[in-house]
């Protein structure tokens, strides 16, 4: 993944990943684009394709699990027929058989929480606004809201903004 430079190319990529393993990409486009440029921002501040749902330290070591599919990918979308993201989802959700609603968070508390922040380079971190789905709580990083929710389709009026930290 660390060659890939377009959107496209990271599309085509996760897509022949994504169904050796009976999964799909979320059929919304758009959404799915958003998050190819998210992967791809990460891969070139970080030089790996960390997920862009969550946040990343910059150590490759400390970010092993976030790394794009993630740790948590396939037994969220098993479990919830979703990844956190919505990147990835069952054929069941993909063929519209099944709705998704909120999904928690799988990354275990110490990684989320219990980060040396000494390894962070902050000259890489990006401000950027938090919008929380009123409907199923959602979230998304982000100047704007996304159009409709990826989890329960709720339009972008439903969003509200939230602190970052």
């Known amino acids: 993944m660390e060659n890939m430079k377009s959107p496209e190319e990271l599309s085509i990529f996760l897509e022949k990943n994504a169904k050796k393993k009976g999964y799909y990409l979320n059929k919304d486009t758009v959404f799915v684009n958003a998050l190819l440029g998210g992967l791809l921002k990460n891969l070139d501040r970080y030089g790996y394709s960390s997920c862009p749902c969550r946040l990343s330290t910059g150590n490759y070591t400390l970010d092993l699990d976030l790394i794009c599919p993630c740790a948590y990918m396939e037994n969220d979308v098993q479990k919830y027929g979703s990844c956190f993201c ?3 989802v069952s054929k069941e959700v993909y063929e519209g058989e099944k709705l998704v609603s909120s999904i928690p968070e799988s990354r275990p508390y110490n990684k989320i929480f219990n980060v040396n922040y000494s390894q962070v380079d902050v000259s890489k971190v990006v401000a ?7 409907v199923c709580g959602y979230e998304h990083l982000g100047e704007d809201p996304p159009e409709k929710c990826p989890k329960c389709g709720a339009s972008k009026e439903f969003f509200k903004q939230k602190n970052i930290l």
């Open 86 to 88: 919505a990147l990835y």
């Open 128 to 134: 950027t606004k938090k919008w929380k789905c009123s």
